[in-house]
């Protein structure tokens, strides 16, 4: 019988060899991308462990099908697969405009309290790039998920509530805001901070990286990005000084231990452009990561191969994601890249502990794009490269497993 996850006393995953994973097809190109993705994860699995284990894959709604079929944009059988199951992952999903959910992603997150987004930004050999070095690009970016301008704390412009929002903040603080102002609330806490940045830093320990950055706006946003700096670099101290080292406290020469550093935001975009090879985990405020993370893939190939996860380091759940759109006009053509959901469920076998067959799926996608068997994205851009179609695409890096 399929077999839920559960989640052991010292917070690590008791995974079965028969795991029920529920799973979002996803709209649009979804309907193209997650098949040849299920497809290169099962035979991973079935390669990596000789038939002995299975995923036992339960599909599950949300989006706009989900909305087309029963008038829910986010069913609630949705959520509570997710939690009882503890792991998932998803294909894109639109997200409606002008009214009901803000955005479906970010519900899903702040619902589970999916806290960190994980987004490992990684160069494959072949991949068409815009810069010279992109073979130089190896981070991973914590980006917080819960917080900042993405809690919705919002009022709109010429209504009774922000006009009585706009006459507190006058008659309290003495701020000058214009009368036809939207205002929004960015809160940024201790709470949230510290279990982002303590995540960001246990991965470096566990993974051997190099250093960490504490990616910010200090500068200008003092009490709230300047805390997120300041709770990190006592995080450091008070958590992880056997193998952590701040800047401050080491003058740059950490000495064999991980070096925390802190970076203004801006300059972060310059400094992982210039010399991306300096930088190695990165751990940011909501809005920064959603921005960086982003930026950052256009140096490897685009979004169209990069991954993402949602995860909860405490209680054990990840929802993990193609972190690009819905591309409706090609829906149903069988022609996109399906590397990013292929890629996000790498970080899934990962959290699963699967590392076999996470290092599978990335070493026959390496050989794949690298013989130059590709999608028409990464085709128009690569001499000699034979184009195929999203299944094709997925029954070549069967054959290279």
Sequence with gaps: MPTA???????????????????????????DIWPAAQAVFDAAVEKCFDGKNKVNWLQVAAGEKSFNDTGEWLPDATI?????????IKGPLTTPVGGGIRSLNVAIRQILDLYVC????????????PVNNPQDVDMVIFRENT?????????????????????YLHDQFGWEIRADSGIGIKPVSETGSKRLIRAALKFAVDRNRRNVSLVHKGNIQKYTEGAFMRWGYDLVRDEFSDTCISWEDCGGDPGGKILVQDMIADNA???????????????????????LSDALAAQVGGIGIAPGGNINYVTGHGVFE?????????????????????????????????????????????????????????????????EVSTSDFAKAMIDRM
Aim: with cysteine.
């Design 5 to 31: 996850l559960t989640l052991n006393d010292d917070l690590t995953l008791n995974v079965p060899t028969d795991p029920i994973i529920p799973f979002i097809e996803g709209d649009g190109i979804g309907i």
């Design 80 to 88: 509570e697969a997710f939690k009882k199951y503890l792991v998932g």
């Design 118 to 129: 994980l987004r490992p930004v990684k160069y494959f050999n072949g991949v068409p790039s």
């Design 147 to 167: 917080e900042d301008i993405y809690a919705g704390l919002e009022v709109e412009f010429n209504t009774s509530e922000s006009a009585q929002l706009i006459e």
């Design 269 to 291: 975009f310059q400094q992982t452009l210039l010399r991306p090879g300096d930088y190695d985990v990165l751990a940011t405020c909501n809005l920064n990561g959603d921005y």
């Design 322 to 386: 193609a972190t690009h759109g819905t591309a409706p006009k090609y829906a149903g053509q069988n022609k996109v890249n399906p590397g990013s959901v292929i890629l996000s469920g790498v970080l899934m076998f990962e959290h699963l502990g699967w590392f076999d067959v996470a290092s599978m799926i990335i070493s026959s996608l390496e050989k794949t794009i690298e013989d130059k068997i590709v999608t028409y994205d990464f085709a128009r851009a690569m001499e000699g490269a034979t």
